[in-house]
């Protein structure tokens, strides 16, 4: 059955437009988890625009022992002040899952996946280090990304599809159904090269179920904005047990 991993971002996006601890990452987080989501996400930015490397330690201290967590990050970006790089971050908190993304300050959010011809090489030595803390690994890619046996060649464990130009077609039609051959054929292919797959990116409970109906094997979705927006009017336990009966439905 398809994981849901709950991404908290958004939490600390509103705590931090005001300071101080208010609406708190980890009350978030505890609640998803009662609710039954299977683990916690987080993308910890350079700039910590949201989740800050002190929410990263307390976040694993509580998912410890009752689900899985997923730190999400750029391999190649820097330490900085506040932000001590993605590799120091995994050898503290020893997540179960890291997801790589090509990211960097200026995107509002993750828009695009890595391309295996150009990035797997420069991907390697981050994917063994991330291995060698026993981390599981996954990629971001896009539905259309070839040469996925070249993840799976570098170690990666799995990929992770983003669906944000799958959520935008559904929108525009309700069926979005090129887009779901797209994805189908593109989890097929990472299936075939020994890789699972991840999706996510703008899922949510209307889009959700076409996806996972229509796209074999999809192992864990990561959802955070929907997620909370839908929250604000329906609470966060009605919200993540929504989702857990789409996830049901569509198996």
Same mark, same amino acid.
């Given at each position: ?34 609710? !039954? #989501?299977?683990? &916690?996400?987080?993308?910890?930015? $350079?700039? /910590?625009?949201?989740?800050? @490397? %002190?929410? =990263? ?97 570098? !170690? #990666?464990?799995? &990929?992770?599809?983003?669906?944000? $130009?799958? /959520?935008?077609?559904?929108? @525009? %039609?309700? =069926? ?76």
């Amino acid at each position: 059955m398809t994981m849901l991993s709950v991404n908290v971002n958004k939490v600390a996006v509103l705590r931090n437009s005001r300071g101080g601890r208010e609406p708190s990452v980890l009350a978030a987080a505890d609640a998803a988890l009662r609710a !039954g #989501a299977a683990g &916690i996400t987080v993308h910890p930015r $350079p700039d /910590a625009r949201h989740i800050r @490397a %002190d929410d =990263v330690h307390g976040l694993a201290e509580l998912v410890r022992g009752r689900g899985e967590f997923n730190i999400e990050g750029n391999p190649f970006a820097p330490p900085r002040d506040g932000y001590p790089g993605l590799l120091a971050l995994v050898e503290a908190t020893r997540p179960q899952q890291v997801t790589l993304v090509p990211d960097g300050d200026g995107q509002l959010t993750s828009d695009h996946g890595f391309d295996p011809a150009r990035d797997a090489a420069a991907l390697r030595p981050h994917v063994a280090a991330l291995k060698a803390c026993g981390a599981r690994v996954s990629l971001f890619v896009d539905a259309d990304a070839t040469g996925l046996e070249r993840l799976a060649d570098l !170690g #990666a464990d799995r &990929i992770e599809l983003y669906t944000g $130009p799958y /959520a935008e077609a559904f929108a @525009a %039609d309700g =069926v979005a159904s090129a887009d779901l051959a797209r994805y189908a054929a593109a989890a097929r292919a990472a299936q075939a090269a020994g890789l699972a797959v991840n999706a996510g990116h703008d899922l949510s409970q209307a889009n959700l179920g076409a996806f996972l109906r229509a796209v074999p094997g999809v192992a864990e979705v990561s959802i955070g904005h929907a997620l909370f927006s839908e929250a604000l009017y329906a609470g966060l336990d009605a919200t993540v047990r929504g989702y857990l009966a789409v996830i049901a439905a569509a198996r």
